[in-house]
């Protein structure tokens, strides 16, 4: 996981959150640890199929929702076409945004 600094012009922090993306779940969920390519990532479990890209917006949505952000904070930066992905999240209080990823990726 990645923070930045805050844009004083801003007032936003941004963080990068690797996540493993798991399409065609049954239940929706996020929570818990994967160790991929990115280092350790909060899985997230979607119903929406691999397909179109439509588990990404699915997962992107849902880590918004999780991490208490408006969906268009949290944007693609890398991995479209992966399970493996890296979301990068604009929000205020970057601090407070580790603190939520982390209980996420440590949660059962």
Known sequence: MTT??????????SLTVPVRVKPGASRARVGGRHDGPYGPAVIVAVHAPAVDGRATEAARRALADALGVRPGAVSLKAGA?????????????????????TALRDAP
């Open 4 to 13: 930045t600094a805050p844009n004083p012009d801003s007032g936003l922090g």
């Open 81 to 101: 076409a992966s399970r493996d992905k890296l979301f990068a999240v604009n929000a205020d209080g970057p601090a407070d945004l580790n603190d939520r990823v």
